[in-house]
């Protein structure tokens, strides 16, 4: 597994990998073959498909400034290797000097087809939770202890990662208007966290859904966040922590090392599964969030090594076949609110897990390789294409 850096990464939204990845892929090509005079970038599957909602064609736009090129969203060439494929082309005096293919991977990432990945390459030399589990309890440490063995100075990144969240969280919650785009919708993160403020009862579900609005809507308007696993996810684990920091007293120092546990999490998830909702659906983004979120929390509150473990298969489990169907392509409906409903699943899973007595049937590696297969199986209308569910029948509607 790669290094938390790989994972948590601070960027700017709507889509880690719709936008992060393509921007960092042109970037790199146009470092590549600088003496370009003209770049052609063709977009594949979901890129072409939900790209323009998700503002693909902007950042790439942004990325080659003044170099001329050429943005082709095709929807009907197929992607064999992954649903985030784009080709890049480079030219120098009306002849072509340069081509890659990228994937766009989820969380930012990239892969270029037959180049040495840029990333930070496998660190860690357990990639299962039961391997991980056992190894912690041969040597009496705790899954941030595990971390820290690993990466001796993860926890100032982490610092680093922390203030972006809370900034990302802090600014959404001042923010007035609409959301960028033809559906009009009504920024709430402000509305709901003042609504909070002033009542009694019922403040946890308020405060909670403030933070993670907050972020999706900051993600929305294409501002910066982290990703956790993901852009579209972002705002599952922030608004977690937030709420265990503002309304239940938690220290920063004990947030770094939730932070870390759950990044122990997403990287198991991203290593053996997917993060990519073009490539496995929702699940594999607020899924993969809420899971991240539930170890976070568990860990906060001193649970075992199998309860934590517990708490993340819970909160996966709980979102097996959750599609991923954006409406217009944009990463408002159904994204935002469900960032919000994954913070609550993902504290009702801690809640659910600490309160049994009996052993979990199921590990979470086991869970995880089920979520895999079950994005494999779903359609690809229900992959971040727009093409199915929500996106298909409110565009109906509006016929």
Known sequence: MESLRALFKIGRGPSSSHTMGPYKAVMQFKEKYSVADYIEIYLYGSLALTGKGHLTDKVIDEALETISHQIIFDTKKPCKVHPNTM????????????????????????????????????????????????????????????????????SSYLEEVWEAMQKCIEKGLQMEGLLPGPLEIPLEAKYLYQKALKEETNTYVKFLSAYAYAVGEVNACGGTIVTAPTCGAAGVLPASLYYLKKQEKIEDKKI????????????????????????????????SASAMAAAAIAHIRNLSLEKIEDAAEVAMENHLGLTCDPIYGL??????????????????????????????????????????????????????????????????SED
């Open 87 to 154: 080709e890049c082309i480079a030219y120098q005096n009306k002849k072509e000097i340069g081509r890659w293919t990228v994937y766009s991977v989820g969380g930012g990432t990239i892969e270029i087809e037959g180049v040495p990945s840029s990333e930070s390459g496998s660190i860690y030399p357990l990639s299962s939770l039961t391997e991980i589990k056992q190894y912690c309890k041969a040597h009496s440490m705790d899954y941030f202890a595990y971390v820290q063995s690993i990466e001796p100075t993860i």
């Open 256 to 287: 770094i090392g939730a932070l870390a546990v759950a990044g122990l999490f997403g990287n198991l998830i991203k290593t053996n599964a997917s993060i990519s909702g073009a490539e496995c659906g929702c699940q594999a983004e607020v899924g």
């Open 331 to 396: 990463v408002q409906i159904p994204c935002i609110q469900r960032n919000a409903a994954a913070a609550m699943r993902s504290f009702d899973a801690v809640n659910l897990t600490d309160s049994l007595e009996g052993k979990q049937k199921i590990s979470f590696d086991m869970v995880v390789d089920t979520m895999y297969e079950t994005g494999k199986d779903l359609s690809s209308h229900y992959r971040e294409t727009s093409t199915g569910g929500l996106a298909k029948k409110y565009c109906k």
